[in-house]
């Protein structure tokens, strides 16, 4: 595996390899990697010549009172996982001054309108703008021919989809399934922020989304039935968001007669967390 620190040496090895005929896929991330980001890495390896991950905790997409100082790091073991998957480039960048991700001066953003507004937009000024604005950059520093995001990020993928969509992007957007461990909780870097009560808490997020889509499947279509139950499952200290959308449009549904993606973020003490799960009616 080799290992790149800046986005010139990033985009000369994938020229290089482009000039080769190499197909490109490639696997952006904030590090501290666990099984979910190892599954986009394992999608897209049979599927492309050269893999390249990314480690960068983009400031762009933390608010000023998130967790970006805080944010977990594992050099070494992001190292070797990407090892193990079969990386070949992994992009590595620090985010703070000195930083080597975005150039002097640079004063570009890339927004994506309406389906940002809501849910995780809603709670999170700025954030998708932040992501948006990092993943056109990172698609075009790595040269990549596709792409693959997480469905733990569904509002996400939604976005990056259709910026890619709507700027005619030449690149392929794949999404893989949400990651979960053992007990059910979804596998997010930020679990490292829970202690053993907040854990146990956490797990209801999930417990909630199964318990909805489970009355969903036995035939209830009434919405607002469907959400009080998974509210009255959540052990948490704040709900941001408890919603039933469609899956593509993201916009809350009025009945359940069709499929739709439950969506929950919720704060366990400091720690935000969110999940998701497809819902389908009975
Ligand atoms: P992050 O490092 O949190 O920015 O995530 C990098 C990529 O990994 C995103 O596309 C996430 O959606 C994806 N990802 C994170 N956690 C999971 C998970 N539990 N299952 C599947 N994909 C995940």
Not at 16 to 31: L, N, S
Not at 131 to 152: I, M, P, S, W
Not at 270 to 282: K, S
């Amino acid at each position: 595996m080799h290992t790149v620190t800046d986005p010139g040496s990033m985009s000369a090895w994938a020229d290089a390899a482009r000039a080769r005929g190499a197909r490109i896929g490639f696997v952006p991330t904030m590090g501290f990697l666990h099984a979910g980001h190892v599954s986009l890495m394992e999608r897209l390896r049979p599927e492309v010549d050269a893999l390249v991950v990314s480690i960068f905790v983009n400031p762009l997409q933390f608010g000023p009172n998130e967790d970006l100082a805080r944010y977990p790091r594992n050099p070494e073991g992001d190292a070797r996982a990407c090892e193990s998957a079969g990386v070949d480039v992994l992009l590595t960048m620090e985010s703070g001054a000195g930083g080597a991700f975005y150039p002097p001066g640079f004063s570009t953003s890339v927004a994506v309108g309406g389906l940002t507004d809501r849910l995780c937009g809603a709670s999170r000024p700025g954030h998708f703008d932040g992501v948006t604005t990092v993943v056109a950059r990172l698609l075009n520093v790595t040269r990549c021919d596709v792409a693959c995001f997480g469905e733990k990020d569904w509002q996400q993928l939604a976005v990056v989809r259709r910026m890619v969509r709507d700027l005619a992007m030449p690149v392929e957007i794949l999404g893989a399934p949400l990651v979960r461990d053992a007990d059910g909780l979804a596998l997010s870097s930020r679990n490292a922020y829970l202690d053993v009560d907040a854990r146990s808490r956490a797990l209801s997020l999930h417990r909630a989304l199964f318990a909805m889509a489970s009355l969903a499947s036995h035939g209830t279509t009434d919405v607002g039935h469907v959400l009080d139950a998974g509210r009255s499952l959540l052990d948490v200290d704040r709900v941001d968001y408890l919603e039933l959308v469609d899956p593509d449009s993201l916009e809350p549904i009025e009945v359940l007669d069709r499929p739709a993606r439950a969506l929950v973020a919720a704060f366990v003490g400091p720690t935000r967390l969110i999940d998701n799960l497809a819902v389908e009616p009975g």
